[in-house]
């Protein structure tokens, strides 16, 4: 990955693994300061021309994939501000697994959990006693749709 304002080979530069290891790929992210845009690059020792050994990097454009990201995060950032926010409880589960995903702060305080409640079983935690999905989930109704 060329760069802006280097003289020599940047300190990041995959060559140093590929040398102890030229068998594995390396792949990696970076910012890239001539073009002002991200790429994940990979990189490979090949043989080129009379079996000589030399690195083929190449490298996919990952800006609009990180501002995305970026923006989803903002997102999720705000609806759970929104839902912490909400004079109600809320718990998100996965349909599949039954495992929490967000609980709002207020469903956190009437039931006395803490933060390490995200990725439990719902019915394990704010059920006593259940041994199974309980049978008024609304999972199973939602399911069938």
């Given at each position: 990955?060329?760069?802006?304002?280097?003289?020599?080979?940047?300190?990041?530069c995959p060559?140093?693994?590929?040398?102890?290891?030229?068998?594995?790929?390396?792949?990696?992210?970076?910012?890239?300061?001539?073009?002002?845009?991200?790429?994940?690059?990979?990189?490979?020792?090949?043989?080129?021309?009379?079996?000589?050994?030399?690195?083929?990097?190449?490298?996919?454009?990952?800006?609009?994939?990180?501002?995305?990201?970026?923006?989803?995060?903002?997102?999720?950032?705000i609806l759970?501000?929104?839902?912490?926010?909400?004079?109600?409880?809320?718990?998100?589960?996965?349909?599949?697994?039954?495992?929490?995903?967000?609980?709002n702060n207020?469903?956190?305080?009437?039931?006395?959990?803490?933060?390490?409640?995200?990725?439990?079983?719902?019915?394990?935690?704010?059920?006593?006693?259940?041994?199974?999905?309980?049978?008024?989930?609304?999972?199973?109704?939602?399911?069938?749709?």
């Amino acid at each position: 990955m060329i760069q802006k304002g280097f003289s020599e080979r940047c300190p990041f530069c995959p060559v140093f693994k590929l040398e102890r290891d030229p068998g594995t790929p390396v792949v990696w992210e970076a910012y890239n300061t001539v073009t002002g845009r991200y790429y994940k690059n990979t990189d490979s020792v090949i043989a080129w021309g009379y079996g000589r050994k030399v690195q083929l990097q190449y490298a996919i454009d990952m800006t609009n994939i990180k501002a995305a990201q970026a923006e989803a995060a903002n997102m999720l950032g705000i609806l759970k501000n929104i839902l912490n926010g909400m004079d109600a409880y809320v718990y998100v589960s996965d349909m599949k697994t039954d495992r929490i995903l967000f609980i709002n702060n207020r469903m956190k305080e009437a039931f006395g959990l803490g933060e390490e409640i995200v990725g439990k079983v719902c019915w394990k935690v704010l059920q006593d006693g259940f041994t199974e999905r309980c049978s008024f989930c609304p999972n199973f109704a939602l399911e069938k749709n």
